[in-house]
């Protein structure tokens, strides 16, 4: 039991040097800052010039980011330092180096005949596909269209078609499995920092806010609901950092875990979110206002690596349901 509060203090520092950090730096800075921080090296081995392999504190870091809005790469550098760790050598060499530098990035997504990637300014993707994972690079720019249907405004979204580009495969299907849990937990973990900054800022409002007399946060029917907004955040932090501690024991449940935890915040972020706005009155629907942008990205988060329905159905059959 020591061991684990210790641990627990250990996130906590973690957490709240992440925030300092990124209040500092703003939403708008490069993925070399986050390198800076050993942070696009969370889940590759020390040997490799990484900082082990970490799910626990990347998801913190994933909720910090979300929290912050940071509309880097972070995402897909970090899933692709942690593919590329265990490609062939002359491959690793290559790419691995720089994107633990932050000097190269790089989009990471599922592949469905084309690949959904935050961010136009990356020099590589790295695809999970049936046959295992690939890498493609070199792409023609004329491939890359906006991905409008995600609607996020603190990340650009991608669709780049790859149907008939050679890539090359550099991991198992096994692996890829596996790095498809831990991205999906990640872009979980995104949600909840979203959710969690949208549900601050909201109670400081509303304590300010008065009506009749009174701060609308003193009233019963709001305190009723932004308590079920509170269990909504505890519970999904919950879920997803028990998934994280799973891949990190490589505990046999760990990709049920995840898709449960993936299939529970990606089903309810978007809702958590659309509520704060209800609660934040006519402020919560101008566009300045940041709680519009949490709604899109958390929308975007619940469609990047897959959905709550597929999360469910890889759930159902992991578990022999």
């Known amino acids: 039991m020591a061991d684990e509060g210790s641990a627990d203090v250990d996130l906590d520092l973690l957490r709240a040097s992440a925030r300092e950090f990124l209040a500092e730096r703003g939403e708008k800075g490069s993925v070399k800052d986050l390198a800076a921080m050993d942070w696009t090296g969370l889940l590759?081995?020390?040997?490799m010039g990484g900082a082990g392999w970490r799910p626990v504190e990347t998801c913190v870091v994933a909720e910090e980011l979300g929290r912050a809005r940071d509309g880097s790469a972070w995402f897909g550098t970090t899933m692709a330092a942690a593919a590329l760790a265990r490609a062939p050598d002359e491959i690793r060499d290559q790419w691995l180096p720089r994107l633990l530098a932050?000097?190269?990035t790089a989009g990471f997504a599922d592949l469905d005949g084309s690949a959904r990637v935050v961010r136009d300014d990356i020099d590589i993707v790295i695809a999970l596909g049936?046959?295992?994972i690939h890498l493609f690079g070199d792409l023609d720019p004329a491939r890359l269209e906006p991905d409008a249907d995600l609607l996020d405004v603190t990340r650009t979204v991608w669709r780049i078609d790859v149907a008939d580009v050679p890539g090359v495969l550099i991991g198992s299907p096994e692996r890829a499995g596996a790095l498809s849990a831990v991205a999906r937990l990640l872009v979980a973990a995104d949600s909840v920092g979203a959710v969690s900054m949208t549900l601050e800022r909201l109670t400081a409002y509303l304590k300010e806010r008065v009506a009749f007399g009174a701060p609308i946060a003193s009233f019963q029917a709001i305190q009723h609901r932004l308590v079920e907004l509170l269990v909504?955040?505890?519970?999904?932090r919950a879920v997803v950092m028990r998934a994280a501690r799973?891949?990190?024991?490589?505990d046999a449940r760990a990709t049920a875990l995840t898709a449960a935890a993936h299939a529970f915040v990606a089903a309810k972020a978007t809702a958590a979110v659309d509520e704060c706005m209800q609660l934040s009155g006519g402020i919560g629907f101008t566009w300045?206002?940041?709680l519009h942008h949490e709604l899109r990205r958390v929308f975007t988060n619940a469609h990047l690596m897959g959905t709550a329905r597929s999360s469910r159905a890889l759930l159902a059959k992991v578990s022999g349901w």
């Open 44 to 47: 590759v081995d020390e040997e």
């Open 102 to 104: 932050g000097t190269a």
């Open 130 to 132: 049936g046959k295992g």
């Open 232 to 236: 909504f955040e505890v519970k999904a």
């Open 246 to 250: 799973a891949i990190a024991s490589t």
């Open 288 to 290: 300045e206002y940041p």
